[in-house]
Nanobody, 124 residues
């Protein structure tokens, strides 16, 4: 059974930083594309970033390029999202997702497994 458990969310001031972690279990991690998505109340879940199984290819939403960095520690079966220069519009619940494919995707329906989410709140 695949499990994804996020951690690292919290309250931070504008311009601050947070590092989210997602611990994965029950899957062959090196075969999975991993992604981060976020969602605010009343809106659809949106793509933030993804990383290929090898870790060599990353993709970002335009809104976070240059501020967020996705990485993966294959030995620890964990994916990270380093978030710098945070803005109030980054406030959301952040979800980790796993896609059993080598092909990248920004679409929520392409991901097979999801974590429970972690709240990130950026105060102005």
């Amino acid at each position: 059974q695949v499990q994804l458990v996020e951690s690292g969310g919290g309250l931070v001031q504008t311009g601050g930083s947070l590092r989210l972690s997602c611990a994965a279990s029950g899957l062959t991690f090196r075969r999975y594309t991993m992604g981060w998505f976020r969602q605010t109340p009343g809106t659809e879940r949106e793509f933030v970033a993804s990383i290929s199984p090898s870790g060599l290819n990353t993709y970002y939403a335009d809104s976070v390029k240059g501020r967020f960095t996705i990485s993966r520690g294959n030995a620890k079966i964990t994916v990270y999202l380093q978030m710098n220069n945070l803005k109030p519009e980054d406030t959301a619940v952040y979800y980790c997702a796993a896609r059993n494919s080598f092909t990248a995707s920004i679409m929520t329906h392409d991901y097979d497994n999801w974590g429970q989410g972690t709240q990130v709140t950026v105060s102005s």
